[in-house]
């Protein structure tokens, strides 16, 4: 099930609200979210959801033997026994095909690929389970007693399929104390309604556009025709995932749950280190917390510390090579800019500062883009007229302007326009005290808009699931 289907937002979620608020005792309110999580979890794919209350169990007792014997050696055994498990079922369920691939091509043998099909989510939820086990081994969350308890951090639907990755510790209070505050949930309703026309009106509209470039066979589309189809996808892949972790923050709020937030306008950066500080945030803080700080972060071996998270970001994210190449591409850039380019970016006009990583970003989702290797270079050779290809064609003119108008909303909401039409009714004292008016008056626009163009298109994918 996806946030963004009329069964969810007409169904789904009025049932889950109307049931959760029925009930006064928070254990009963617990035990409703968990039911709910798991009918959406198993919606599509029924059979995962004893992977996911596997994982979850095993994770748990992991969780009280280490919290048991915190401090004694015995206790790493939990530790251990919760990362064979989780990136064992990560191994075989997402990369055994990749693995078996390269071995036969390395070795020319012909081992059969096992063909598993990948739990919806495992990257997200396996992530999250790792990080609470390890907190706990080293003292900063007590363990979770109530196995029902444990099992709503895992599972809850908000963010089970496609994060953000939520740590324990941000929301192990909230399990069990939950103030219910109209405030929290208006707030929260206008967040859903945000992040559904940003994934409906803005991302579905560039996936169609880009797919008319990038999925067809490239050598009959221009040099422009490979740069729209690109910067279209840059737009797909913002709005697809900022728009989804928006729907999830926003519910999580509805609930009485503060998820930390996990986009903060990334395409305004000014380098790729600062892109990286407000792209996929928690999946970042995972890799700093977890694996770059304990192979010595930037005190010892920091290139190879960088090359190694980097190179993991982007096997996280798929298994094929591309994603290797597209990680191992932003490490480098990253030892550059600490390397050289800081000193001099920070000299230079933010206009420029600005189009230098807007370059390197859209490259960068070129690599992510293509999966075929092949692909990937002829493509890349396209970009820079280094075919044969004619650098413009009316089509593309036609796409353009036929788009122009989705383009520029596009465009403006990639900056905090929201914030800042905030601000300055905030800013008014004849405005001030309409805000409770024009909030519903824009969550109603944004709705409309979204539910009209779920209505009239079938098409409505969404990138991260396969991640």
């Given at each position: 099930m996806v946030f963004s289907s009329l069964f969810f937002i007409f169904l789904f979620l009025p049932l889950n609200l109307i049931f959760y608020f029925t009930v006064k005792?928070?254990?009963?309110?617990?035990?409703?979210?968990?039911?709910?999580?798991l009918i959406f979890y198993a919606w599509g794919e029924p059979i995962w959801i004893g992977l996911l209350l596997l994982s979850s169990f095993i994770d748990y007792l992991n969780g009280l033997f280490i919290d048991h014997y915190y401090g004694k050696p015995i206790a790493k055994l939990g530790l251990y026994s919760t990362l064979f498990f989780n990136l064992g079922i990560l191994i075989t369920f997402k990369y055994s095909d990749f693995i078996v691939q390269n071995v036969n091509s390395i070795t020319s043998l012909n081992f059969k690929e096992p063909?598993?099909?990948?739990?919806?989510?495992?990257?997200?939820?396996?992530?999250?389970?790792?990080?609470?086990?390890?907190?706990?081994?080293?003292?900063?969350?007590?363990?979770?007693?109530?196995?029902?308890?444990?099992?709503?951090?895992?599972?809850?639907?908000?963010?089970?399929?496609?994060?953000?990755?939520?740590?324990?510790?941000?929301?192990?209070?909230?399990?069990?104390e939950r103030i219910f505050c109209w405030n929290d949930f208006n707030n929260g309703v206008s967040r859903f309604c945000i992040g559904l026309f940003k994934k409906v009106c803005i991302a579905n509209i560039a996936g169609e556009i880009c797919s008319h470039y990038l999925t067809n066979d490239l050598s009959n589309i221009s040099v422009l025709g490979g740069w729209f189809g690109i910067i279209t996808y840059s737009i797909q892949i913002y709005f697809d995932f900022s728009g989804y972790s928006d729907m999830a923050i926003g519910l999580g709020w509805m609930f009485g749950f503060h998820y930390h937030e996990n986009f903060k306008y990334p395409y305004i950066s000014k380098s790729i280190t600062d892109f990286w500080r407000r792209w996929h945030i928690s999946l970042g803080t995972f890799f700093k917390d977890y694996v770059y700080i304990p192979l010595g972060g930037n005190k010892k071996y920091i290139f190879r510390n960088i090359l190694i998270v980097w190179a993991l970001t982007g096997l996280w994210h798929g298994a094929s090579w591309n994603f290797i190449i597209w990680g191992i591409y932003f490490g480098i850039l990253l030892l550059i800019e600490k390397l050289i380019l800081n000193s001099l970016l920070s000299k230079l006009p933010i206009v420029i500062r600005h189009i230098y990583a807007l370059f390197f970003i859209v490259i960068?989702?070129?690599?992510?883009?293509?999966?075929?290797?092949?692909?990937?270079?002829?493509?890349?050779?396209?970009?820079?007229?280094?075919?044969?290809?004619?650098?413009?064609?009316?089509?593309?003119?036609?796409l353009f302007f036929e788009n122009v108008y989705w383009l520029g909303i596009a465009i403006i909401l990639c900056v905090p326009i929201y914030s800042w039409f905030y601000k300055f009714i905030n800013s008014s004292k004849f405005l001030v005290h309409f805000i409770p008016l024009i909030t519903i008056l824009l969550n109603i626009i944004l709705l409309t808009c979204s539910i009209i163009m779920l209505v009239g298109s079938s098409y409505n994918p969404f990138i991260y699931f396969r991640f």
């Open positions: 005792n928070r254990k009963f309110k617990n035990i409703i979210l968990i039911v709910f999580s063909g598993f099909l990948m739990p919806i989510g495992i990257s997200f939820y396996s992530f999250q389970t790792i990080s609470y086990t390890i907190d706990v081994f080293k003292g900063e969350v007590k363990a979770q007693k109530s196995f029902f308890n444990f099992l709503l951090f895992v599972s809850l639907y908000h963010q089970l399929v496609a994060g953000p990755i939520v740590r324990y510790s941000h929301i192990a209070q909230e399990i069990n960068g989702w070129a690599i992510f883009y293509f999966t075929d290797i092949n692909q990937l270079f002829y493509f890349i050779k396209l970009l820079f007229n280094l075919t044969n290809q004619n650098l413009y064609n009316l089509e593309v003119e036609n």
